[in-house]
């Protein structure tokens, strides 16, 4: 069992910069991967970017050059760095782990106003 807990969350501007955390409950190390989706009101949760145990990363094309994600296997947590932030980047944020089983945290919300 891995429970992940987001932080970061919150209001900024647009073209403004947040940066969320998920720690994790137990040793990331072991995971196969771990990434940040997104939902936002009446629409699917969607993709944002994964980042694998070697450190290889993907990212939506949505976000590219916008956002970076990393992880920190010393403090089992795994970031989302977001810059040049748009009001359409305004949704939920959810950490998700990939291991055996799939692990999803509660979410943070982030608010991008124009």
């Known amino acids: 069992q891995v429970q992940l807990v987001e932080s970061g969350g919150g209001l900024a501007q647009a073209g403004g910069s947040l940066t969320l955390s998920c720690a994790t409950s137990r040793s990331i190390f072991n995971l196969n991967a771990m990434g940040w989706y997104r939902q936002a009101p009446g629409k699917q949760r969607e993709l944002v970017a994964t980042?694998?145990?070697?450190?290889?990363?993907n990212y939506a094309d949505s976000i590219k050059g916008r956002f970076t994600i990393s992880r920190d296997n010393t403090k089992n947590t795994v970031y989302l760095q977001m810059n040049s932030l748009k009001p359409e980047d305004t949704a939920v944020y959810y950490c998700n782990a990939q291991g055996a089983f799939t692990y999803w945290g509660r979410g943070t919300q982030v608010t991008v106003s124009s």
């Open positions: 980042i694998t145990t070697g450190g290889s990363t």
